[in-house]
């Protein structure tokens, strides 16, 4: 039993108690993302992406799998979402998806060869597989396929393509820590254009507070990434 102030006191609590309960209740979170394979630049952006979730209260399971498998899991349902992709891997979507309304970062992706002209000479280019816009570049062309940037890297080193498609940003952290040798030569841009995160359409509203916290500090842009100051 309780009386005067004390008893309203108590009253009011009560009625705070349950409010808070819902505006504190944790939207649900992915649990398993795909990311591409022995990729360098997810090695250099994934730490930022990790923080960006945990800020959410989430720590997904990661799937490490090559390009096109990623479709194709998340296509079956077998994991929530990929980590980033360009716009144009929604064309191979074939389940509901929603992605961030703010890129996560521009990407510049190149052609990049030998410096040695015999190499260049004898020896086709190297692109990775699942990469769509690789795929596309090379269609029609004379080119090797990888399933990981790691096996097409070891082939430039060992000299046995010509040059080899990937992101600026890739190939400038490599080369800067020497691990990409003989320095390639950037032979011309082929795009520029924003990456996004992608889950499936059932969790618009936790990709909503993703794109919100995009808007508010990008963590990728622009210390993250390597090659910006």
């Known amino acids: 039993m309780c009386i005067g102030r004390f008893c309203y006191l108590l009253f009011f609590l009560a009625l705070l108690l349950p409010l808070e309960s819902v505006a504190d209740e944790p939207v649900s979170c992915p649990e398993t993302l795909a990311v591409i394979q022995d990729d360098t630049l997810v090695a250099v952006t994934l730490e930022a992406f990790k923080k960006l979730y945990l800020q959410l209260g989430c720590s997904p399971k990661l799937s490490e799998l090559p390009g096109r498998r990623g479709v194709v899991y998340f296509n079956k349902h077998l994991v929530d979402g990929e980590f980033f992709r360009l716009s144009r891997v ?96 950037l032979e011309k841009n082929l795009l520029r254009a924003p990456v996004y995160h992608y889950l499936g359409s059932e969790h618009t509203e936790f990709m909503a507070k993703v794109s919100e916290l995009l808007a508010q500090e990008n963590p990728f842009e622009p210390a993250s990434l390597p090659g910006k100051n």
């Open 90 to 185: 929604e064309a191979s979507y074939t389940r509901a998806f929603v992605r961030s309304a703010t890129p996560l970062f521009q990407l510049s992706n190149s052609l990049w060869l030998h410096p040695d002209p015999t190499v260049r000479e004898r020896y086709p280019i190297g692109y990775i597989l699942g990469v769509i816009w690789q795929e596309q570049y090379m269609k029609d062309r004379d080119g090797a396929s990888f399933a990981s940037a790691i096996e097409m890297f070891n082939a430039y080193r060992r000299g046995h393509i010509a040059g080899f498609l990937a992101s600026d940003n890739s190939v400038t952290t490599l080369v800067a820590k020497g691990d990409l040798l003989p320095a390639p030569i």
